[in-house]
């Protein structure tokens, strides 16, 4: 009767502790972390690398942030996505820009992270995925080989394209796209674009090799676009001519990928509003000094504004999910 008492009084327990148990397995956390990239530099431009974390303070639509991820100099993986114009306009130039592009290859992948790696793109009036995401570069030689120049420019698309390409990648991601600044037939927007580097985390380096040295005949709009861009994703924008100093921009945006800071940060207490995207905002406590960072990324919004649950969710590694687009025309490679 005594082990009957006992085991009837253990069973009461047990059913006591179960509810509880389940309740633990289904309890909710908020792990959406959010990351931006920061390169700083000095009033002479140079590049700075020596701060920590307390001299970062982070601004999610105005409300003030605790850095919760911060890497100095990060070891972390770097895909990029590099995309060359071929359209008409640039085909004079494609021989050097096609040397120079393997060169800043080897230069990227020789030195950093093993894991490292590159896919190429080339777009006139259709994109081109000239290789995956690698680190062969006698691959990439072979395909830089046999860019040449066609009528037509899809520079949105490309930009699209190599975006979505990289959001499901892991670690640091960046688009450099080498091209004379214009659009043609595109069927995304510079919206688009941005939208989707956004996405991604992707940062836009834009270069601008100029034909002409006066605004007379060059596309201006074209480069402001770039230029917003560039500035929008926390990039840079280059005007090179073609020749050496293309070389010099290739290794100026080398050292900036290898000087970056790494911050991450769980968003809490942020004002929302009808707007998916959020206003991010990275400031240094020292006014001497200037950061680069990306302007926003894509969250939550007020409850009940238009969207799905999926628009309500910020674009992190971590993200399961990437927000489908609908793809640009891509050429299909040749055996």
């Not at 389940?22 to 990239?37: C, F, G, P, S, W």
């Not at 190429?120 to 990439?140: A, H, I």
């Not at 480069?223 to 100026?252: M, S, W």
Request: aromatic residues 8%.
């Amino acid at each position: 009767m005594r082990i009957c008492r006992w085991l009837a009084s253990a069973a009461a327990i047990l059913a006591l502790l179960i509810p509880v148990f389940a309740q633990q397995t289904v309890i909710k956390v908020d792990v959406n972390l959010v990351h931006a990239v920061a390169t700083v530099k000095n009033k002479d431009g140079q590049l700075v690398g020596n701060l920590d974390r307390g001299d970062f303070e982070v601004y999610d639509n105005g409300a003030k942030q605790q850095i919760a991820v911060f890497e100095h100099h990060t070891d972390q993986p770097l895909s990029v996505a590099l995309a060359i114009d071929t359209s008409g306009s640039t085909a004079k130039d494609l021989k050097y820009e096609a040397d120079a592009t393997s060169r800043f290859a080897r230069a990227l992948l020789g030195q950093g992270n093993m894991e490292d790696a590159l896919s190429l793109y080339s777009f006139n009036w259709q994109v081109r995925q000239e290789t995956r995401f690698t680190r062969d570069l006698k691959g990439l030689d072979a395909r830089l080989k046999l860019l040449h120049g066609e009528a037509g420019t899809a520079l949105y698309d490309a930009l699209t394209f190599g975006a979505r390409d990289l959001e499901s990648r892991e670690g640091r991601k960046a688009i450099v796209v080498v091209t004379d600044g214009g659009n043609t037939v595109s069927k995304f927007t510079i919206d688009d674009a941005l939208e989707a580097a956004h996405m991604a985390d992707a940062v836009i380096y834009s270069v601008v090799v100029v034909p002409i040295t006066n605004e007379v005949g060059r596309n201006i709009g074209g480069e402001h676009a770039l230029q917003i861009l560039a500035e929008r994703t926390g990039g840079k924008i280059f005007y090179p001519a073609a020749g050496p100093e293309l070389d010099r921009v290739f290794n100026e945006i080398i050292a900036e990928l290898r000087s970056q800071y790494l911050i991450g940060f769980y968003p809490r207490d942020v004002p929302l509003t009808k707007e998916r995207f959020h206003k991010l905002e990275i400031r240094l406590k020292r006014p001497d000094l200037r950061v680069s960072a990306r302007n926003g990324y894509y969250g939550e919004v007020e409850r009940g504004s238009r969207g799905t649950a999926e628009d309500r969710i910020s674009v992190t590694p971590e993200r399961q999910k990437p927000q489908p687009l609908p793809p640009p025309p891509v050429r299909p490679k040749k055996p």
